[in-house]
């Protein structure tokens, strides 16, 4: 189904959608806009979208714009991070006209979400270039987690690095799991944020839990074996 393509109709048809529907049933679709535009969950929102959808294909001519954006093709999410990322914030900015519908103010764009999300990752401790060229390493390093400032400034998380400064060989192997070269916030949530299988922060773990088990949980992430 076109979820994403009919939830956008239905912003556009918004008032002739309300035209064709009795008052009871009109509130019910507005209760499941509603939820809709408050779920941060992927597949709770998609439900939630299918349950709309399900409703007005019972109750809207099939040449209308909602049910015709729904019978379009829609790919699954791109396994691609890059645009795996792109295809997420196009969903969740469905809420936005959504919510201007429901009489609400819109909430923060996909963008300021997104600078919200990399602000406390890029505040993380870290080492800049110079201070990796003092160490002997390369900035360009593929298997280390460089993340970019606004104004393209350079910052290594500090968790990748030993006591002496040099890397730790169960970071470099677990960012490439991560494909961290190609997605180096992604990757460097995941070793910041509390991980619900381990039970805490990856980065926390290191040297106080197995290798094996922190490269389990990187790969049950990714969906590697």
């Known amino acids: 189904m076109g979820l ?5 109709a239905l912003a556009e048809q918004w008032d002739d959608v309300r035209e064709r ?7 019910e679709v507005q209760a499941l806009v509603d939820a809709f535009t408050r779920e941060g969950d992927r597949v709770a929102s ?30 699954r999410l791109a396994p691609d991070a890059a645009r795996r990322a792109t295809e997420l914030a196009a969903w969740f900015g469905l809420s936005g006209p959504l919510q201007v519908r429901l009489g609400r103010p ?16 890029l505040d993380a401790p870290a080492l ?4 990796l060229r003092a160490h002997g390493l390369d900035p360009g390093d593929p298997d280390l987690i460089r993340l970019d400032r606004a104004d393209g400034r350079g910052r290594w998380p500090a968790f990748q690095f030993g006591a002496d400064g040099s890397p730790l060989r169960i970071v470099r192997e677990i960012n ?23 039970g805490d922060a990856p980065a926390r773990l290191i040297g106080n ?9 990187a790969r049950a992430e990714t969906g590697g074996a």
Do not use: C
């Not at 994403?4 to 956008?8: C, F, K, P, Q, V």
């Not at 764009?109 to 997104?114: F, I, K, L, N, W």
């Not at 839990?209 to 949980?217: F, K, R, S, T, V």
């Open 4 to 8: 994403r393509h009919a939830l956008a």
């Open 21 to 27: 529907l009795s008052p009871g049933e009109f509130d």
């Open 46 to 75: 998609e439900e939630l979208a299918e349950d709309i959808a399900d409703l007005l294909r019972a109750r809207l001519p099939r040449d209308h714009p909602f049910l015709v954006a729904l019978r379009a093709r829609e790919e």
């Open 106 to 121: 819109p909430g923060p764009t996909s963008a300021e979400v997104e600078r919200e999300a990399d602000a406390w990752l």
């Open 128 to 131: 800049d270039a110079d201070q």
């Open 176 to 198: 490439r799991i991560l494909a961290a070269s190609d997605d180096p916030f992604g990757a460097a949530d995941w070793w910041l944020g509390r991980n619900g299988r381990l």
């Open 209 to 217: 839990l197995p290798d094996d088990e922190l490269i389990a949980a």
